[in-house]
């Protein structure tokens, strides 16, 4: 049995006034929180440093560069790797990441128990647009903000497990977690900023919305024979409402863990990465049973083609 107690740091609302030491603040609260129920891994949210900037029209690049993070760790973020190491505690969390040249990544890192960066992952898919778009009653600018990721879906060992990361909207997208379960992925950790309310379908309910998020990650978590852990940044920011979710999942795709509440919450399962054997060696041994010479589409096409 290789068992990695996982904690999934859930986190309420950042309001744009936050300072970064304060919400640093409240990710080490999480971490004690971890460490006193014997967690290995604490997964935290997407943009977990700032509010989620993008629903803001900035045209003024300095005051973009503002949500952004010139290197990792930093003066803000120093405490709690510091305090990761002391507690000897893996961590992954999301940052808005300015390259030093200068290129912008909607980023999530993870470390090993000595708070040492073992991988970095940008964000490939990017939701919303790059203009503002009067029609919407808030703005998604994530298009306009941030690259789309360079370094694709990479997997590394870590705490004897082989571990990945994807970040929100890559969520809904089945390549994202094949790609990773090419490469045997046991746990897949993502953090997600998502919108209550749909900008453009303002009568979708939130019902609709949490059921999506779920879907998307439990099928990714069984078809892929692997862990999922998907941590929100959730509540009432400056007046725009994030929705909550948060979950741990198994390899069977069930909900093992779930977050009850829109602010900080730590949900904490024990995940056996053995669990994942039998899917990975039976129904879904890739090896065995995947027929690649019919898949050409899927890594060639990005949009539909209608031959009719
Ligand atoms: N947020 C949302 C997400 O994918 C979204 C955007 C919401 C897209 C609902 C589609 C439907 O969860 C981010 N930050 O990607």
New binding site residues.
């Given amino acids: 049995m290789r068992e990695i107690v996982i904690g999934g740091a859930q986190m309420g609302a950042i309001q744009k006034a936050d300072t970064r030491e304060a919400v640093v603040d409240r990710m080490i609260v999480l971490l004690d929180q971890a460490k006193a129920a014997g967690c290995d891994l604490v997964v935290y949210p ?2 977990a440093l700032t509010t ?1 900037f ?1 629903r803001w029209f900035i045209d003024n690049q300095s005051e973009v560069d503002f949500w952004f993070e010139n290197e990792m760790p930093n003066a803000a973020t120093a405490p709690l790797f510091a305090a990761a190491k002391k507690a000897q505690i893996a961590i992954s969390f999301g940052y808005a990441e300015r390259t030093q040249d200068g290129h912008y990544y ?1 980023t999530s890192v993870l470390t090993d128990r000595d708070a040492n960066i073992i991988g970095t992952y940008r ?1 490939v ?4 647009h790059s203009e503002y778009d009067p029609e919407r009653s808030f703005q ?1 600018l ?1 298009k306009r903000y941030f690259e789309p990721g360079n370094l694709g879906f990479p997997v590394w060992k870590n705490l004897n497990a082989r571990m990945g990361m994807c ?6 997208w089945p390549e994202v977690y094949r790609e990773m379960g090419l490469q045997g992925v046991e746990l897949v950790m993502l953090g ?4 209550t309310v ?1 900008s453009q379908l303002s009568d979708e309910g939130i019902e609709q ?1 949490l059921y ?2 779920e879907l998307s990650m439990t099928a990714g978590a069984y078809q892929n024979a692997t862990w999922v852990v998907g941590i929100a940044k959730a509540g009432l920011e400056d007046g725009h409402p994030l929705m909550a979710g948060s979950i741990i999942v198994d390899p069977n795709g069930y909900v093992v863990a779930r977050a009850s509440s829109e602010v900080d919450e730590l949900v904490v399962h024990a995940c056996d990465m053995d669990a994942c054997t039998f899917g990975k060696t039976t129904i879904f041994d890739f090896g065995r049973h995947r027929r690649i010479e019919h898949y050409q589409r899927i890594g060639t096409q990005a949009g539909v083609v209608i031959n009719d």
């Fill in positions: 997407e943009l989620f993008p909607n964000k898919h990017l939701p919303g998604h994530e970040i929100c909207n890559d969520r809904r997600y900023n998502t919108p749909n919305r999506h998020s």
